[in-house]
């Protein structure tokens, strides 16, 4: 056993506090690297750690919390990426040894996360990336290594196994809990905890989200049993922004008062984590002194469980586009929102007259590329409260946090819209609004997978929601990418997140329908291929060059060119007829887009599929 979990083992040990916190006081900007400052500014860190240590830290943990290739790369530093992971650990392990006390020092690792606008990583690639930072880390002389702030108990898990599959090293997992003591997948902390030390882990504990009150009420649940050495660092409380500054207000008298608490329920080794300061370290260390820890501990006080929710029954299902389209050819024809007010009702106008040219759903997209429109939620209610109109919502993941993904959601489950569009979003530098801010916090992926545990009666936090959502939820493809392959591997991962239908971009050439078919046809969902009329060259030349994910063949463009007017309709309505004919030939329904509110063409293409089923039904 190393001397570091011995000690651990019969005495409670104090860490330390913040490191971004204290950063951030002392200069360094927000849009920065932190973990860079280990090697741009050395001496600040040192002097933090030194500050730390005075105060009374018997563990301090290296600044290389987002120090993984994933995170560097977003600063262009992931060339550097063993430098600034042994500067890290060479700073803390030379202020360690050079105190009279003994001092650990502890490599941080933090979860590599994910971007909606980068490439999905696989766990071989996660593996590399974890394995790379340990290894210098360790090259850097760290005492242990602490896996912390991750929430999802996946993630940790396969960290935690590139570390034991290392040099022999005591490892810390830390998990981050909401306040209902859940993980981001659901799961309660007792847990994930049981699950960490049964993978390995020699200590188990949580960090960040919650203040000391909320970590004791979470360290209530968790039994302790002889050899059990948690770890707890709560956060200051919850940070107010003050002109241009996060301000925390968990004073350090406050975290002397409630450390013994914790000791009490089990803690063994107590830091701080955001909003903690070399202060708040002192003021635990005056009130830990002389205290033993709990070796045992029965609970008494049971976290509610996730696995068996117990919603009030759900409203009988309602018709959806999955039940339509096993009587008859689905069409969903697409009309967008409006860009100025006015236009509302030149909209809901042209869903009745879609609605009576045989179009079974409308779906309104969500400020697509990126350009401002009315709310699409608020035209769809219209639809639905005026005509009857069963209504497809597209949700972007651009424009809405976390919370606001979920506030929107359940908002449409009260308004009984329940068929939503998953979608990343074009980002925001593209559109109108070029200065706005693109939110990304989760792609489509993750939005697919946070539908489906709504309708598990669940929020993102595993928070139970008392009733089931019914989402039909659907997803997008791409039929015009260079490489069809990568496309239906991604939709793969959409459907098994969740996702029951798909719908594509338009395509504009008819081998693209077949070629489709070939690549999504073992799925086993329904995919509503694109089609949309063109109304001019201008309009053919403008898709085909300036908006992304649609690409016209080279026929088609010779045909509408020097066509405007209402010869341009025309034309494209003819090559639209040709496409729905292509589509139908293999598909059960098609997605109709509507262009520039001109909903007459899309209910003309309505009623021609619908001649067209009807024909198909007298010819058999």
């Known amino acids: 056993m190393s001397d570091f979990l011995e000690r651990l083992q019969n005495e409670v040990m104090l860490g330390d506090g913040a490191m971004g916190t204290l950063l951030y006081q002392r200069g360094v900007p927000l849009e920065v690297c932190y973990d860079a400052q280990n090697v741009l500014n050395p001496l600040l860190v040192e002097k933090i750690h030194r500050d730390y240590v005075a105060a009374g830290a018997q563990v301090i943990e290296t600044n290389t919390y987002g120090a993984n290739r994933a995170k560097l790369a977003r600063f262009g530093l992931e060339g550097r990426l063993q430098e600034i992971n042994r500067c890290g650990a060479a700073i803390a392990r030379q202020v360690a040894d ?68 290392m040099v022999k090293c005591p490892v810390i997992c830390s998990m981050s809990y909401d306040e209902s003591g859940r993980s981001a997948d659901g799961l309660p902390a007792a847990d994930c905890l049981q699950q960490l030390r049964a993978a390995g882990a020699d200590v188990v504990g949580f960090n960040c989200q919650l203040g000391p009150r909320a970590a004791f009420r979470l360290l209530e649940t968790i039994p302790v049993e002889e050899g059990t050495l948690l770890s707890v660092y709560p956060n200051a409380g919850k940070p107010e922004f003050f002109e241009g500054r996060f301000i925390y207000f968990g004073a350090p008298e406050y975290f002397g008062k409630m450390a013994p608490l914790l000791v009490d329920q089990g803690a063994r080794l107590i830091g701080g984590c955001c909003g903690t300061t070399p202060e708040t370290i002192a003021a635990m260390a005056g009130a830990l002194r002389g205290m033993q820890p709990v070796r045992r501990k029965v609970v008494t006080i049971v976290a509610p469980r996730v696995a068996a929710p117990a919603p009030t029954p759900t409203p009988a299902p309602r018709e959806s586009i999955l039940d339509i389209i096993k009587k008859r050819t689905l069409i969903v024809t697409e009309l967008d929102p409006p860009r100025t007010l006015p236009a509302v009702e030149k909209v809901v106008v042209g869903a009745k007259a879609l609605q009576e040219a045989g179009t079974d759903a409308v779906t309104l997209a969500d400020n697509s590329l990126a350009i401002l429109r009315v709310n699409n939620v608020v035209v769809a209610q219209q639809m639905k409260e005026r005509l009857g109109v069963l209504p497809v919502v597209h949700l972007a993941c651009r424009d809405r946090n976390l919370l606001g993904l979920q506030s929107e959601l359940l908002g449409l489950a009260v308004l009984g819209i329940n068929h939503v569009l998953a979608l990343t979003g074009d980002p925001s530098k593209s559109g109108d609004h070029p200065g706005a801010t693109s939110v990304y916090d989760l792609n489509s992926i993750g939005l697919i997978a946070l539908m489906k545990k709504m309708n598990d009666g669940l929020t993102h936090s595993g928070r139970d929601l008392k009733q089931r959502t019914d989402f039909v939820i659907g997803c997008s493809f791409n039929p015009n990418a260079r490489d069809l392959g990568v496309q239906a591997r991604r939709l793969e991962r959409k459907i098994e997140a969740g996702a029951r239908y798909v719908m594509t971009q338009p395509i504009f050439d008819p081998a693209l329908a077949k ?52 010869a341009g309709r025309r034309e494209g309505l003819a090559i639209a007829r040709e496409l729905c004919d292509a589509v139908l030939e293999r598909f059960p329904g098609i997605y109709l887009i509507t262009p520039l509110i001109a909903y007459e063409l899309t209910a003309e293409l309505s009623r021609y599929v619908r001649r067209q089923e009807r024909a198909a039904v007298r010819a058999s």
């Open 98 to 165: 050079q105190t009279r006390q003994k001092v650990y020092v502890a490599g941080s690792v933090g979860p590599i996360g994910s971007s909606a606008t980068e490439r999905e990583l696989t766990d071989d690639e996660r593996r590399g990336m974890y394995r790379e930072q340990i290894a210098a880390l360790l090259e850097g002389g760290v005492d242990a290594v602490i896996l912390e702030t991750f929430t999802k108990l996946a993630e940790i898990k396969l960290a935690l196994e590139v570390q034991r599959g």
């Open 515 to 566: 070629a489709t078919h070939d690549a999504t046809k073992h799925f086993g969902v329904p995919v509503l291929v694109g089609v949309m009329p063109l109304i001019s060259e201008r309009n053919c030349e403008f898709l085909h060059n300036e908006v992304p994910g649609i690409a016209i063949a080279d026929p088609i463009r010779a045909r509408m060119r020097g066509k405007d007017g209402e």
